[in-house]
């Protein structure tokens, strides 16, 4: 007695039989790789552009003078080559724009999410979004022009006509669309069961918000916070017009400072020549600036990744 199995049983298909591939699916597969592809080159690219000015660089510099000193005159007769004034800038006016940008941003995230009517939601975050569409350069000069002069001077007389204190500020309500926009995604994504399950329990809508729909959403709130961050350290141009050009280690956000990125746009206008020692400073401080931002990012995907479990 013979048996016959399914795959060889007249009329029956063979499931596990592989298809033939669509050339569509293997066309699309081909732009993802080479997408990605170009991405990774990409970052290989930037990484190889500064570190080998870098390394030429630190072959004159010791690394512990860049560092740990406090005094950046590369352009002086007797140049130093200190990062830390640069460093101080760019934290403290980082710092003021985030101390703006988050509260207003992630409030403006929970009304949306939570408060507004669908009609206000239309027409709100459209309206909100405008702002990320303004050129830094005019950001810069709104800083300079109107928030020195007219806000800032006349409650503190002594300020600097070029300071972090506007340069932040301004800064912070660039960022606020930026975190606002990516916040409110993330707890659109939110279940509506949760926020029926809280109410059933007698929760209020602030309680909601607060309690369960932020919890829920925070791996994309940390996201759009270090995103949000991310621009704030990389913004060259408000800190080039506002702060002003003055290396200064100080923590007074009513003084004149510079930023690792304002430096980099202005030594890099032209004025240095090729190959010199002053010229290769702008790439270390560059590749500075690169390990800095790749370090605030591995730590955030750390933390995003965590919450993500948690409230999968």
């Known amino acids: 007695m013979t048996m016959t199995t399914p795959s060889s049983a007249p009329g029956v298909l063979n499931p596990l039989r592989q298809t033939k591939p669509r050339f569509g699916e293997s066309l699309i597969k081909g732009i993802l790789v080479l997408a990605a592809a170009v991405s990774l080159f990409t970052t290989f690219g930037i990484v ?6 870098s390394l030429e660089f630190f072959a004159e510099i010791p690394l512990t003078e860049f560092l740990l000193t406090t005094t950046w005159t590369p352009l002086f007769a007797d140049p130093m080559y200190g990062v830390l004034p640069l460093v101080m800038g760019t934290l403290v006016i980082t710092l003021l724009a985030i101390a703006v940008a988050i509260p207003l941003g992630l409030g403006s995230a929970i009304y949306l999410s939570e408060y507004a009517s669908p009609r206000a939601r239309k027409v709100l975050k459209p309206t909100l979004e405008v702002l990320a569409g303004i050129p830094t350069v005019v950001f810069g000069f709104f800083a300079l022009d109107f928030i020195t002069a007219y806000v800032l001077r006349p409650i503190f007389p002594q300020i600097d006509v070029f300071n972090a204190l506007s340069a932040g500020l301004v800064m912070g309500v660039m ?8 916040s409110e995604d993330a707890m659109a994504a939110v279940p509506s069961g949760l926020r029926d399950g809280a109410y059933a329990l007698g929760a209020t809508k602030r309680q909601t918000a607060l309690r369960v729909v932020i ?3 925070l791996s994309g709130i940390v996201a759009a916070f270090v995103l949000g961050i991310s621009r704030a350290i990389g913004e060259t141009m408000i800190v080039t017009i506002a702060a002003g050009l003055q290396p200064n280690m100080t923590l007074n956000p009513l003084e004149g400072m510079q930023t690792m990125t304002s430096y980099i746009a202005a030594a890099g206008s032209g004025d240095l020549s ?3 020692i002053e010229y ?7 590749l500075l600036l690169f390990v800095i931002t790749f370090i605030m990012n591995m730590i955030s995907i750390r933390l995003v990744r965590k919450y993500r479990q948690a409230y999968q």
Do not use: Y
Not at 48 to 53: E, F, H, Q, T, V
Not at 175 to 182: D, E, G, M
């Open 48 to 53: 190889i552009s500064l570190l080998i000015p």
């Open 175 to 182: 960022i606020i669309p930026t975190i606002a926009s990516l």
């Open 215 to 217: 919890p829920a959403a």
């Open 274 to 276: 090729t190959g010199s």
């Open 280 to 286: 290769k400073s702008i790439f270390a401080v560059g």
